[in-house]
């Protein structure tokens, strides 16, 4: 198995419950004060899984185009769509990880009272938890298809 599936697979599980804490960090004001550190981790950890599936994501895509190559064929479509989603939900989770960091200790740190900043702070995390959720979605699918539509390479 190629090291980008363990590094993906181990994105797509993580990176949504980044989001759901994120959510809940977000809409429940009550549960700030233990969500915050656990919050700040899975956070960092997905972003360190994005980073290491997109290193190998790299290697098995110019593997994949030697492959192609040598059996005279072009590299499927759906690979490079998963490779733009992939690029885009790596965008998506740096994004949520800048504004958990820079919201959990100003305008949403636990026992600050809320205010209309607070509910603008509370709307942006949730729609960046948000658009993490979609994007792992769509990646995943993306994967699934660009993996079906690779099989001939590697018989070639």
């Not at 064929?73 to 820079?102: C, E, R, T, W």
């Not at 993490?132 to 079906?148: F, I, K, P, S």
């Amino acid at each position: 198995m190629p090291p980008h599936a363990i590094a993906g697979h181990l994105t797509v599980i993580v990176a949504p419950l980044t989001a759901i804490l994120a959510l809940v960090y977000a809409l429940r004001p009550s549960a700030r004060a233990g969500l915050r550190w656990p919050l700040v981790g899975v956070g960092a950890l997905t972003a360190a899984l994005a980073v290491w599936a997109e290193q190998v994501g790299l290697l098995l895509w110019e593997q994949l185009k030697e492959a192609a190559r040598a059996g005279g064929q072009q590299l499927p479509a759906a690979v490079q769509q998963h490779a733009k989603g992939s690029d885009a939900l790596a965008v998506a989770i740096f994004a949520l990880g800048v504004v958990v960091l820079s919201l959990v200790w100003t305008v949403l740190r636990p026992g600050r009272p809320s205010s209309a900043g607070s509910r603008w702070a509370a709307a942006l995390l949730v729609v960046t938890a948000v658009a993490v959720l979609v994007t792992t979605g769509t990646v995943l699918a993306q994967a699934m298809h660009a993996v079906w539509s690779t099989q001939g390479l590697w018989s070639a």
